[in-house]
């Protein structure tokens, strides 16, 4: 069996799905691997690495492409590499099927078998292929670093000869992991941060943070929608998570958003007024840019200066700090390879909920049944 790694080829891309420390469970099973070369050095890994850790390094992609039996990959490449994909093959990665099924349709047509590692379900068996939180973290974490950087001030509190220099004041939208993550990060550089959600859970995690959480009352409104995750709300629910915003943006000097709603368009919650009502010099990180934003004024992947204020709407935060980034998503492909691979061999359960809820496509057809749906619905109107 042949394992193949490419170079990944979105712009920005500067993560790769296995790093040479990964392989040697693989390698221990019999397995072969061959690495594109080049495919790790933006995060750090050369390709002496890899040959170290025992895989073949080959400047022929095509050929790697033609010859694997199973493809980890950070994102989903571009139709032309899925048309030269050998039938059968097993294509893991961050694959966007409830985004962008039509990129995929090549490979699905090979016909080669999709999981989608933004599927796989948030189940505590499969916590160690949960690759969402693990990107989520490295961007909860980079983007009070971006922020910091930007800044006009400094985040501790300073004691000085010349003077005290106050803490920067860090707001934090939306307590998942990446606010969570954030919010450490933020308190680590020495912030007072503020912190708001619609759950009440995420209120004892904050505090355990160091950092305060506000609290809105929503006139005993359900806010959790199941699996830790939060509910749609109502205009007027939205509303009064909007006033505290408002209210708070106003007196910090770092605003970083990361509300979503699963399966949604990510909730509008900071007003035009709100971004005017900070101070110059300030900075707000839409993280919700890729589902459309937080902040109306949230152009996704522009970063714009608003009155003097900075707003950054990133899309892939996460491939700006590659090397642990590829670190953490590799360790959960292969946590999630063991579910398909045993002593060299593969072997695709799908009566297994893990594999079932993350296949996107087996021998040409829909697995995942929000998939199926997204395919139905695409081939309606060409049958009209
Ligand atoms: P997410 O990315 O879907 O949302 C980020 C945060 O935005 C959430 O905390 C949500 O409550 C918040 N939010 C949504 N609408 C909002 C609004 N209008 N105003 C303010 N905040 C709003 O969530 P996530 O970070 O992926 O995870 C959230 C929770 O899910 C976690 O805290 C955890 O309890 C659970 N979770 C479970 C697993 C697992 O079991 N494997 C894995 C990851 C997360």
Redesign the pocket.
């Known amino acids: 069996m042949l394992l193949g790694i490419v170079k990944e080829s979105a712009t920005g891309e500067a993560r790769v799905a296995l790093l040479p420390e990964s392989l040697k469970p693989l390698l221990a099973q019999g397995i072969k691997v061959t690495v594109e070369s080049g495919a790790g050095i933006a995060a750090g890994a050369s390709d002496e690495a890899y040959s170290a850790a025992g895989a073949t390094v080959s400047a022929d992609r095509a050929a790697i492409l033609a010859e694997a039996d199973v493809l980890p990959v950070v994102n989903a490449s571009a139709a032309a590499d899925q048309a030269q994909l050998k039938p059968g093959a097993v294509v893991v990665g961050f694959l966007k099927p409830l985004d962008a099924i039509e990129a995929l349709l090549t490979a699905i047509d090979r016909p080669a078998t999709l999981f989608s590692m933004e599927l796989v379900p ?3 068996r ?2 160690s292929m ?1 690759a ?2 693990s990107m ?1 973290t490295v961007a909860g974490y980079k983007a009070v670093i971006t922020a910091a950087d930007r800044l006009p001030r400094m985040f501790p509190m300073l004691m000085t000869a010349a003077g005290t220099v106050p803490p920067a004041h860090v707001f934090v ?8 993550q954030a919010i450490a990060t933020a308190r680590r550089l020495g912030a007072v941060v503020e912190a ?4 009440a ?2 209120g004892e ?1 904050v505090r355990s943070l160091g950092a305060k959480f506000l609290d809105v009352d929503l006139g005993g409104i359900n ?1 959790e929608g199941g ?4 509910a749609e ?1 109502t205009e007027e629910a ?1 509303d009064r ?1 909007r006033d505290l915003i408002t209210k708070t943006a106003a007196h910090s000097d770092l605003v970083i958003t ?5 399966g949604r368009p990510a ?1 509008r ?1 900071i007003r035009r007024a709100a971004v005017e009502a900070m101070r110059p010099g300030s900075v707000l990180v839409d993280l919700a840019a890729p589902a459309g934003g937080n902040c109306e004024l949230t152009k996704p992947g522009v970063t714009q200066t608003v009155g003097g204020v900075t707003l950054l709407a990133p899309l892939n935060l996460a491939a700006e700090v590659p090397a642990d980034a590829s670190a953490l998503y590799a360790r959960n492909i292969l946590n999630f390879l063991a579910l398909i691979v045993k002593k060299g061999e593969i072997t695709i359960d799908l009566s297994d909920e893990v594999l079932a809820g993350a296949c996107v496509s087996h021998d040409g057809k829909p697995v995942n049944p929000r998939v199926a749906k997204i395919l139905e619905s695409r081939a309606a109107p060409l049958a009209r």
């Open positions: 948030r189940i505590s499969a916590q949960d969402l939180s989520a939208i939306g307590a998942g992991v990446a606010g969570l708001y959600d619609v759950r859970a995420a995690q806010t699996g830790g995750y939060a709300l939205l998570g990361t509300a979503l709603v699963p909730p919650l």
